[in-house]
């Protein structure tokens, strides 16, 4: 879906429901400074060490909103810091662009420099498909499941992903789990391994 991507912008949307989980509302609700793609933030007056974003509930005009009432800080790498600096750029190229608080905005078509609403983010994807070949369409909160389950298959324990996806109970964040089946033959060689000696 990356190299089907026609813009910095639409990487570095695929990009953040990939890597960071987001749900398709809270990443265009985003705000600028929510933003925190700095090593040491404590200059913006946050304590959270090294690079990430904010996802906070807010009342915006595009009609995205964070679920949670209460906001969460998600780690970011270094392949979303990069994506974010290249939309920046682009970004920027768009003088309507230039004053709007929000992260997501509309650089091709009218109004733009408006921010982008929650359903822009599903017809993007449906072109992405249709443009990478895919047969059955890849949908925004894919990405969030491929989030948790690649954050799974990294040694994630259950409610590290909780706090990650912003679920109140850790049950929530079971369905988003799909192993890889590597990691469940892995499993199963572990038991066995254990088995002699308890048995023994």
Same mark, same amino acid.
């Given at each position: ?9 639409d @990487?570095?949307?695929?990009?953040l429901?990939? $890597?960071?989980g987001? @749900? *398709?509302?809270e990443?265009?609700g985003?705000r ?13 007056? /946050? $304590?959270?060490?090294?690079? %990430?974003? %904010?996802?906070? =509930? *807010? ?17 970011v790498?270094? #392949? ?9 750029v682009? =970004?920027?190229? /768009?003088r309507?662009a *230039?004053?709007?608080?929000?992260? #997501?905005?509309?650089?091709? =078509? &009218? ?12 017809? +993007?994807?449906? $072109?992405?498909?249709?443009r990478?070949?895919?047969t ?13 389950s690649?954050?799974?298959?990294a040694?994630?324990? +259950?409610?590290?992903i909780?706090?990650l996806l912003g679920h ?6 079971q369905v ?8 469940l033959r892995?499993?199963?060689?572990r038991?066995?391994?254990?088995a &002699?000696?308890?048995n023994?």
């Amino acid at each position: 879906m990356l190299r089907a991507c026609r813009s910095a912008r639409d @990487r570095f949307i695929v990009l953040l429901l990939a $890597r960071a989980g987001l @749900r *398709r509302s809270e990443a265009v609700g985003m705000r600028r400074e929510d933003i925190h793609f700095v090593l040491d933030a404590s200059v913006l007056g /946050c $304590r959270i060490p090294g690079s %990430h974003l %904010h996802v906070v =509930r *807010r009342d915006n005009d595009n009609g995205a909103w964070a679920k949670l009432k209460h906001s969460r800080a998600v780690p970011v790498d270094f #392949l979303l810091v990069q994506a974010y600096d290249q939309y920046i750029v682009e =970004r920027d190229a /768009c003088r309507e662009a *230039r004053n709007s608080d929000f992260v #997501l905005v509309n650089l091709f =078509r &009218p109004p733009l420099g408006a921010p982008m609403p929650p359903g822009s983010l599903n017809d +993007l994807f449906d $072109r992405l498909s249709r443009r990478a070949g895919l047969t059955d369409g890849v949908h925004p909160h894919a990405l969030r499941h491929g989030f948790a389950s690649n954050a799974a298959d990294a040694g994630a324990v +259950l409610d590290e992903i909780a706090d990650l996806l912003g679920h109140a109970s850790a049950s929530s964040s079971q369905v988003y789990v799909h192993p890889d089946p590597q990691r469940l033959r892995s499993a199963v060689e572990r038991v066995g391994a254990l088995a &002699p000696r308890r048995n023994g």
